[in-house]
């Protein structure tokens, strides 16, 4: 007979537990998108892949699953950027945030996109709206290693020429041999001087080899579908689009269920998929 | 392993004599239903009963739980230690103990979590056979599940003129050593009486599903885009019933409860339901499973397909909680057997 009656207070491990981080830098990008860099302490590093994420957490607020914006390749790898909508509760209190503030950090988490098989080919890039600040990791690994990849196109969709995010990057590098960019708005300003329209319209106008072309598309839910539809259109098969869904991870470690599509767990399978992966996923796009 | 014989007039002995190194939880009447609760005196325990209204996963994983505690402002958690008590979980069903088994799969996957692993750590299951099906919504027949298999450390059945108990870990063999309410039962007669025992019971547990055990992962894989999910997301309240009783679903959701003195406070963790309406929206305000059909057939296929595909089990014990709940008589018989229907109508 166990002779064990006494309650036995276990320390666990830290699964749940955030890093902390520091804001270094804030830069208001438009009335609703801000800018942060963070730096984590004691010189860690967040170590990321592009496309992966992790859990911003401020207590009594909660946590939030925010997209990491920059590259493992930048310079000063202590240090990761975000850029985040004011939207709900969580993202209102970040944006009162500035310099200096401490901020909770877990991961990164998810599966990024997958660079090594993208490697040696071209790209292109099509965000819509917010879709730029997740693919900006990838555009920016892609700028920073630009030789073992081929030619890149970038299209840009958003609703109106002042919601444009990281435009001025966007721009510098289009200066840079075989990168080609373009943008569209839903709603032209006096301003404006390129395209009006969806960004599926801008898709037949661009010239790729659909041999060595990868087409990396990250947007809204209801852009997926006439994009790749465009794509398809074009010749380019389903093994050569990948995308990153959004879904609404709560614990980043595949067990909250929040994020489920069918069988998969966008927060460890995703949140990068090929289009072939998802095949008999009714629930992905 | 080895078995013991424990005669039916020593059972109150044999459970007050568990309890002097454990606390003990076990069936108990409450009103006109069963739950599991700590057992204060032997006499309150019920063997006869039918599956209580939450599974004993409460245990391993509560429905609210302190991952760790916080000062405001501050970025750290402390106090991230949870407590554990040496625990034997007593006349669980055999349905039960296969959601147990599903959930080990489940918090064991990486990375595993900390909370689940230590609470299972001090715990031990003597399981309770049953020796007819609890009442019309039960499935354990066709899941496979009315029989003890695995994942539990003692089996008590009982074959008529007593009980014999099956050791099945070195922690239940540990346990009972010694105990003065059990007598040695010789390995080849124990056998022999259980499995007459349960040739006897087969003939009392029907298949209340059409579809065969080994047809299930099939069916679903047909009916996705089957009418019969409108039809059941019709009659559904969304109200979130079916996924809290179900002994193995282990959807969470994660808030910070802050103390009225708001100086600090708690981050947890708390039971959530996919069958609820936000569940799977996003902060832009998409939602990804409006529908309550498209919430219904998510929680079946987590039952009957996507477990499969992910953890190679079938996450229905068959234990009837969800019917039997439901406040919209929504019948997982009815449901699988009319899928089966329309499937073969094809």
């Known amino acids: ?285 | 392993m080895r078995h013991y014989y424990l005669e039916k007039t020593s059972m109150g002995k044999f459970i007050e004599s568990l309890k002097e190194g454990y606390r003990v939880v076990a069936p108990i009447k409450k009103e006109n239903q069963f739950v599991f609760a700590k057992v204060e005196s032997a006499g309150e325990v019920e063997l006869e009963y039918l599956p209580t209204v939450l599974p004993p996963k409460k245990y391993l994983f509560p429905q609210k739980e302190k991952l760790g505690t916080f000062d405001m402002g501050d970025t750290k958690l402390t106090d991230t230690s949870v407590e554990v008590e040496p625990m034997i979980i007593f006349a669980a069903h055999t349905c039960d103990i296969e959601g147990l088994e599903c959930l080990d799969v489940v918090f064991n996957s990486d990375p595993a979590d900390p909370y689940y692993k230590a609470r299972k750590k001090s715990l031990l299951i003597i399981g309770f056979e049953c020796m007819v099906p609890c009442d019309e919504y039960a499935t354990c027949r066709t899941m496979d599940t009315h029989n003890p298999k695995a994942g539990y450390d003692v089996m008590i059945t009982d074959v008529g003129s007593k009980y014999v108990l099956h050791v099945n870990s070195k922690e239940g063999k540990d346990l009972l050593e010694g105990n003065s309410a059990l007598l040695d039962a010789g390995n080849g007669e124990a056998k022999t009486l259980l499995a007459k025992t349960r040739e006897e019971k087969l003939k009392r547990f029907d298949n209340k599903l059409k579809p065969e055990f080994s047809r299930l992962a099939r069916l679903f894989g047909d009916s996705y885009t089957s009418p019969v999910w409108d039809e059941v997301g019709e009659k559904c309240l969304s109200c979130g019933n079916c996924t809290a009783v179900c002994p193995t679903c282990y959807c969470l959701d994660m808030y910070d409860k802050v103390k009225l003195d708001t100086t600090g406070g708690e981050r947890k963790r708390v039971w959530d339901s996919c069958q609820l309406e936000e569940f799977a929206s996003v902060a832009g305000g998409e939602n990804f499973r409006e529908e309550r059909s498209s919430r219904q057939r998510h929680r079946y296929y987590r039952k009957f397909d996507y477990s499969v595909k992910k953890y190679h089990k079938f996450f229905c014990t068959g234990c009837g909680r969800c019917s039997r709940t439901c406040m919209a008589g929504i019948s997982l018989i009815e449901t699988v057997n009319s899928l089966d229907e329309e499937n073969e109508n094809v």
């Open chain 1, 1 to 285: 007979m166990c002779n064990c009656d006494k309650n036995k207070v276990v320390e666990v491990d830290a699964l749940y537990y955030p890093m902390e981080g520091t804001i270094v830098k804030v830069e208001q990008m438009t009335e609703y998108e801000k800018f942060f860099e963070i730096r984590l302490s004691d010189g860690k590093e967040l170590g990321n892949m592009p496309g992966q994420f992790v859990q911003l957490s401020m207590f009594g607020i909660g946590e939030a699953p925010i997209s990491v914006s920059s590259s493992p390749t930048k310079e000063d790898k202590t240090t990761f950027e975000i850029c985040v909508r004011k939207v709900g509760t969580f993202t209102n209190a970040l944006h009162a945030l500035g310099v200096g503030d401490k901020i909770g950090v877990r991961g990164p988490f998810g599966r990024g996109f997958p660079v090594d098989e993208l490697k040696g080919n071209d790209l292109l890039f099509i965000a819509g709206g917010l879709g730029i600040v997740p693919l900006r990791s990838l555009i920016r690994f892609v700028m920073d290693k630009r030789r073992d990849f081929g030619k890149v196109d970038i299209l840009l969709g958003c609703k109106e020429p002042k919601d444009r995010l990281f435009s001025n990057e966007i721009e510098e590098w289009a200066r840079l041999a075989d990168t080609n960019y373009t943008c569209t708005v839903d709603k032209s300003d006096p301003e404006w001087k390129g395209n009006v329209g969806v960004i599926t319209t801008l898709i037949p106008g661009v010239d790729i080899d659909v041999n060595r072309t990868y087409a990396v598309i990250v947007g809204p839910p209801i852009m997926y579908k006439f994009t790749i539809m465009s794509l398809m259109d074009k010749g380019l098969p389903k093994d050569r689009i990948i995308m990153l869904l959004e879904r609404r991870m709560k614990c980043g470690l595949g067990k909250c269920g929040h994020c489920q599509i069918n069988h998969k767990y966008v927060c460890q399978d995703g949140p990068t998929f090929r289009l072939d992966e998802l095949t008999g996923m009714g629930e992905a796009l």
